[in-house]
Nanobody
């Protein structure tokens, strides 16, 4: 059974920092691109950042220079360090695991709320 369990969300003032963590189980971690997505009320879910097993990263333009994604293959975890948070970063953040081999499969965590107050 595949599980992605997020932790670390919460409420913070603008300019503050939060660190999200996602623990994956039930998958061969190295076979998956791990990512963080977010969804604000009334908006579509969007990619925040992702990272391959080789460490290559990809960020949304809106978070470049403020957020950093990392993964630990020994612990099967992926973290998102969020600095200089802005009110527009407020959203539910979801952990995602995308299988890199055919067939492509996506798994999602349950989501964690991040609220940034001005």
């Amino acid at each position: 059974q595949v599980q992605l369990v997020e932790s670390g969300g919460g409420m913070v003032q603008a300019g503050g920092s939060l660190r999200l963590s996602c623990a994956a189980s039930g998958i061969i971690f190295s076979n998956y691109i791990m990512g963080w997505y977010r969804q604000a009320p009334g908006q579509q879910r969007e990619l925040v950042a992702d990272i391959t097993s080789g460490g290559s990263t990809n960020y949304a333009d809106s978070v470049k220079g403020r957020f950093a994604i990392s993964r630990d293959g020994a612990k099967n975890t992926v973290d998102l360090q969020m600095n200089s948070l802005k009110p527009e970063d407020t959203a539910v953040y979801f952990c995602n695991a995308q299988r890199i081999r055919w067939p492509v499969i996506n798994y999602w965590g349950q989501g964690t709320q991040v609220t940034v107050s001005s």
